[in-house]
């Protein structure tokens, strides 16, 4: 199933398309002719993306859509279908490191924040999206981690939610099939985005060294590294591929 028409009409929505991993999709993707649905917690962030997208000729809006809401995932959807009339990607990638504890040392509040906006919110935003996409089929690339194959030391929450992922998008794959909805997961490594290389990071620069150090390619990726792998997995090329995570993470998964 070709989540591209052929008649460059093509919508995508993308979250956390702020910064990051998001906003370089949002871009790449806009470059590969779809019409793009911005959303991101901080609408600022969101509109200065979908500013460049039409700076550069694309056709692009805005949208505040903390996506632990499920109303804003909802109205994000239907912004996009009034706008343009269909859905034909989505790129659910909206998420927060979390916090470098122990599982011992994590609170119930900050545990049910990760799972909240790591997972649920994938949730919220598969729902509506699978809906507008039953008639037309569909791609949808859900942002894991290689955090969502193995274990990590710290950050359990972070760990589960983003293994969460994988398991949904796994299910959501098996239930799209039959309308053309494709469903993957996208699992990066260490990328040098705010979350990992910003002044609010969780990581320290010896944390970084040592990611560095576990890729097989030893330096951290650019997020438009990331975003190629977004641009296959919504094209036609990736017709036959469902229900599968995509590690784009240097090699660091391989030992
Ligand atoms: P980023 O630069 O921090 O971008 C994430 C964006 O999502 C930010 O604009 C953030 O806004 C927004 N956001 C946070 N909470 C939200 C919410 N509730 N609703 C809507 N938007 C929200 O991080 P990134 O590195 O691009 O990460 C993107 C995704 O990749 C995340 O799911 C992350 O877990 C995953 N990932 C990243 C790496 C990495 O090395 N960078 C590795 C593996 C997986 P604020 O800045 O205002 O919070």
Redesign the pocket.
């Known amino acids: 199933m070709s989540a591209r028409r052929q008649d460059g009409c093509s919508v995508a929505i993308v979250?956390?398309a702020?910064?990051?991993?998001?906003r370089a999709s949002a871009l790449a993707l806009a470059d590969d002719g779809f019409r793009i649905a911005a959303?991101?917690?901080?609408e600022a962030?969101a509109q200065e993306t979908a500013q460049h997208i039409v700076q550069a000729g694309g056709e692009a809006f805005a949208l505040r859509?903390?996506?632990?809401r499920e109303e804003d995932c909802e109205a994000l959807v239907a912004q996009a279908g009034e706008r343009w009339g269909r859905l034909d990607a989505a790129f659910n990638?909206?998420?927060?490191?979390g916090y470098p504890l122990l599982t011992v040392e994590h609170s119930l509040a900050q545990w049910r924040h990760v799972l909240d906006?790591?997972l649920t919110?994938v949730f919220n935003c598969l729902r509506p999206q699978m809906r507008a996409m039953k008639r037309g089929g569909g791609a949808i690339v859900n942002?894991?981690?290689?955090?969502g194959l193995r274990g990590g030391y710290g950050g359990s929450a972070?760990c589960a939610s983003?293994h969460g992922v994988i398991g949904l998008t796994k299910a959501a794959a098996l239930e799209g099939g039959r309308d053309g909805i494709r469903v993957n997961a996208l699992?990066?490594?260490?990328?040098d985005?705010?979350?990992?290389t910003?002044a609010d990071s969780i990581f320290n620069e010896k944390k970084l060294d040592a990611g560095i150090a576990r890729a097989a390619i030893r330096r951290l990726a650019r997020?438009e590294e990331v975003a190629a792998m977004v641009v296959w997995l919504c094209s036609a090329r990736a017709s036959y591929v469902t229900g599968a995570s995509f590690t784009v993470d240097g090699g660091v998964t391989a030992s």
Do not use: H, L, R
């Not at 859509?65 to 632990?68: C, G, L, S």
């Not at 942002?143 to 955090?147: D, F, G, K, L």
């Not at 699992?187 to 990328?191: K, R, S």
């Open positions: 979250t956390g702020g910064s990051g991993i998001g959303a991101d917690i901080d962030a859509v903390d996506v632990t990638n909206a998420g927060i490191a906006v790591n919110g942002t894991a981690s290689i955090m972070y983003k699992c990066p490594g260490y990328i985005t705010p979350m990992t910003g997020p």
